[in-house]
Protein backbone atom coordinates (compact mmCIF):
# COMPACT_ATOMS: atom_id res chain seq x y z
CA UNK A 1 0.00 0.00 0.00
CA UNK A 2 2.37 2.36 0.58
CA UNK A 3 3.87 2.08 -3.16
CA UNK A 4 0.67 3.10 -4.03
CA UNK A 5 0.99 6.14 -2.18
CA UNK A 6 4.17 7.11 -3.52
CA UNK A 7 3.13 6.66 -7.19
CA UNK A 8 -0.26 8.19 -6.37
CA UNK A 9 1.73 11.40 -4.61
CA UNK A 10 4.25 11.70 -8.17
CA UNK A 11 0.48 11.58 -10.04
CA UNK A 12 -0.87 14.48 -8.36
CA UNK A 13 2.17 16.36 -8.43
CA UNK A 14 2.18 16.35 -11.86
CA UNK A 15 -0.77 17.21 -12.26
CA UNK A 16 -0.44 20.21 -10.15
CA UNK A 17 2.78 21.15 -12.35
CA UNK A 18 0.61 20.72 -15.36
CA UNK A 19 -1.77 23.27 -13.81
CA UNK A 20 1.02 25.46 -13.19
CA UNK A 21 2.40 25.45 -16.44
CA UNK A 22 -1.29 25.81 -18.01
CA UNK A 23 -2.23 29.01 -15.80
CA UNK A 24 1.89 30.50 -17.13
CA UNK A 25 0.44 29.86 -20.75
CA UNK A 26 -2.62 31.50 -20.49
CA UNK A 27 -1.32 34.63 -19.20
CA UNK A 28 1.78 34.76 -21.44
CA UNK A 29 -1.12 33.98 -23.86
CA UNK A 30 -2.94 37.00 -23.18
CA UNK A 31 0.38 39.95 -22.86
CA UNK A 32 0.52 38.73 -26.44
CA UNK A 33 -2.92 39.43 -27.42
CA UNK A 34 -2.52 42.78 -25.59
CA UNK A 35 0.80 43.43 -28.32
CA UNK A 36 -1.62 42.63 -31.35
CA UNK A 37 -4.62 43.59 -30.61
CA UNK A 38 -5.20 47.63 -31.69
CA UNK A 39 -5.39 47.78 -35.69
CA UNK A 40 -2.79 50.03 -36.13
CA UNK A 41 -0.08 47.91 -33.92
CA UNK A 42 1.45 46.69 -37.24
CA UNK A 43 1.78 49.05 -40.60
CA UNK A 44 4.70 49.74 -42.88
CA UNK A 45 4.54 53.49 -41.42
CA UNK A 46 5.74 52.64 -38.31
CA UNK A 47 7.86 49.27 -39.53
CA UNK A 48 10.19 49.56 -36.45
CA UNK A 49 7.13 50.24 -34.25
CA UNK A 50 5.87 46.99 -35.45
CA UNK A 51 8.78 44.72 -35.64
CA UNK A 52 9.40 45.34 -32.30
CA UNK A 53 5.99 44.49 -30.97
CA UNK A 54 6.07 41.16 -33.09
CA UNK A 55 9.34 40.51 -31.48
CA UNK A 56 7.46 40.88 -27.72
CA UNK A 57 4.82 38.59 -28.67
CA UNK A 58 6.64 36.09 -30.41
CA UNK A 59 8.93 36.22 -26.93
CA UNK A 60 5.66 35.57 -25.15
CA UNK A 61 4.08 32.99 -27.62
CA UNK A 62 7.89 30.99 -27.26
CA UNK A 63 7.22 31.01 -23.08
CA UNK A 64 3.76 29.95 -23.65
CA UNK A 65 4.72 27.21 -26.43
CA UNK A 66 7.34 25.79 -23.67
CA UNK A 67 4.78 25.75 -20.65
CA UNK A 68 2.27 24.20 -23.02
CA UNK A 69 4.73 21.64 -23.77
CA UNK A 70 5.24 21.30 -20.23
CA UNK A 71 2.33 20.96 -19.52
CA UNK A 72 1.25 18.07 -22.03
CA UNK A 73 4.38 16.23 -20.84
CA UNK A 74 3.18 16.31 -16.83
CA UNK A 75 -0.23 15.44 -18.41
CA UNK A 76 0.90 12.32 -20.40
CA UNK A 77 3.69 11.36 -17.24
CA UNK A 78 0.47 11.19 -14.61
CA UNK A 79 -1.55 9.41 -17.12
CA UNK A 80 1.39 6.65 -17.61
CA UNK A 81 1.51 6.21 -13.95
CA UNK A 82 -1.87 5.80 -13.30
CA UNK A 83 -1.84 3.19 -16.08
CA UNK A 84 1.35 1.82 -14.07
CA UNK A 85 -0.76 1.62 -10.67
CA UNK A 86 -3.91 0.08 -12.07
CA UNK A 87 -1.85 -2.28 -13.92
CA UNK A 88 0.01 -3.58 -10.61
CA UNK A 89 -3.32 -3.85 -8.65
CA UNK A 90 -3.75 -0.62 -7.36
CA UNK A 91 -7.08 1.19 -7.50
CA UNK A 92 -6.59 3.82 -10.08
CA UNK A 93 -6.02 7.43 -8.56
CA UNK A 94 -7.29 9.02 -11.94
CA UNK A 95 -10.02 6.83 -12.18
CA UNK A 96 -12.63 9.53 -12.12
CA UNK A 97 -10.95 11.84 -13.65
CA UNK A 98 -9.04 10.31 -16.23
CA UNK A 99 -11.42 12.33 -18.47
CA UNK A 100 -10.85 15.56 -17.25
CA UNK A 101 -7.36 15.11 -18.03
CA UNK A 102 -7.51 13.67 -21.64
CA UNK A 103 -9.72 16.80 -21.81
CA UNK A 104 -7.25 19.00 -20.90
CA UNK A 105 -4.25 17.72 -22.76
CA UNK A 106 -6.27 17.26 -25.90
CA UNK A 107 -7.43 21.19 -25.22
CA UNK A 108 -3.00 21.84 -24.64
CA UNK A 109 -2.30 20.37 -28.23
CA UNK A 110 -4.99 22.28 -29.71
CA UNK A 111 -3.40 25.61 -28.32
CA UNK A 112 -0.13 24.14 -29.18
CA UNK A 113 -1.20 24.30 -32.89
CA UNK A 114 -3.29 27.31 -32.86
CA UNK A 115 -0.01 29.14 -31.37
CA UNK A 116 1.94 27.67 -34.52
CA UNK A 117 -0.40 29.25 -36.44
CA UNK A 118 0.26 32.48 -35.09
CA UNK A 119 3.34 32.74 -35.55
CA UNK A 120 3.37 31.60 -38.40
CA UNK A 121 0.87 34.56 -39.22
CA UNK A 122 3.72 37.09 -37.54
CA UNK A 123 6.19 35.73 -39.79
CA UNK A 124 4.42 36.95 -42.87
CA UNK A 125 3.72 40.30 -40.84
CA UNK A 126 7.25 40.39 -39.89
CA UNK A 127 8.11 40.04 -44.01
CA UNK A 128 5.33 42.22 -45.07
CA UNK A 129 6.32 44.87 -43.12
CA UNK A 130 10.20 44.82 -44.87
CA UNK A 131 8.68 45.82 -48.35
CA UNK A 132 6.38 49.27 -47.28
CA UNK A 133 6.80 50.57 -51.32
CA UNK A 134 4.18 47.58 -52.64
CA UNK A 135 0.70 48.54 -53.39
CA UNK A 136 -1.51 47.48 -51.36
CA UNK A 137 0.94 46.08 -48.46
CA UNK A 138 -0.59 47.47 -45.43
CA UNK A 139 -3.94 46.28 -45.98
CA UNK A 140 -2.04 42.54 -46.06
CA UNK A 141 -0.06 43.05 -42.87
CA UNK A 142 -3.44 43.90 -41.47
CA UNK A 143 -5.02 40.63 -42.88
CA UNK A 144 -1.85 38.65 -41.18
CA UNK A 145 -2.65 40.57 -37.47
CA UNK A 146 -5.94 39.68 -37.79
CA UNK A 147 -5.34 36.10 -38.43
CA UNK A 148 -2.52 36.48 -35.57
CA UNK A 149 -5.12 37.66 -33.27
CA UNK A 150 -7.91 34.90 -34.20
CA UNK A 151 -5.46 32.39 -33.62
CA UNK A 152 -4.31 33.77 -30.60
CA UNK A 153 -7.92 33.66 -29.80
CA UNK A 154 -8.09 30.18 -29.90
CA UNK A 155 -5.30 29.53 -28.74
CA UNK A 156 -6.90 31.07 -25.09
CA UNK A 157 -10.22 29.71 -26.25
CA UNK A 158 -9.01 25.98 -26.43
CA UNK A 159 -6.97 26.20 -23.07
CA UNK A 160 -9.79 27.91 -21.27
CA UNK A 161 -12.47 25.06 -22.52
CA UNK A 162 -14.18 26.51 -25.47
CA UNK A 163 -12.44 25.16 -27.97
CA UNK A 164 -9.52 26.08 -30.76
Do not use: F
Not at 108 to 130: P, T, V
Not at 143 to 162: H, I, K, N, S, T
Request: aromatic share 2%; glycine share 10%; with cysteine.
Amino acid sequence: MEGDYQWTEQIYRLLENAGDRSDSADSLLAAALRHLEPPSALRTGDAKGGLNLITLANGELEDASSDLTGTVACLKAAMHLDLRTSVYGAASSLATSIGEVVEVLDRSEDALRAIDRCRGHLSAARLLLDHPGVPGVDGCVEAERVAAVRALEDALGAMRGGGG
